[in-house]
């Protein structure tokens, strides 16, 4: 049996397997999107898929410590909105 990647949530800190995450992109031109399937090319950070921890990565604004960029307040909105289109 093939062991199952696990990457650590920015929000809450707790360790999953890959797959039963939420991978937020940052691309080569610098946006950021929610990445559902994983595989879209750029630097990536995960999150548990969960509505609590999206609201502590936009309320602690955490995607700017793990880019090392400031964000801006559009971009963690696209990124609440995305995550609640999906949930419908």
Not at 64 to 82: G, T
């Amino acid at each position: 049996m093939k062991k199952q990647p696990v990457r650590m949530c920015i929000a809450c800190r707790s360790a999953l397997e890959k797959k039963q995450m939420l991978r937020i992109v940052k691309d080569k031109e610098g946006n950021i999107s929610l990445d559902f399937t994983g595989k879209k090319a750029g630097r990536g950070a995960y999150i548990c898929d969960s509505a609590q921890c999206i609201e502590k990565c936009i309320k602690n604004r955490l995607l700017n410590r793990n880019f090392q960029m400031e964000i801006s307040s559009e971009v963690y909105d696209a990124i609440k909105v995305q995550y609640g289109n999906r949930q419908d």
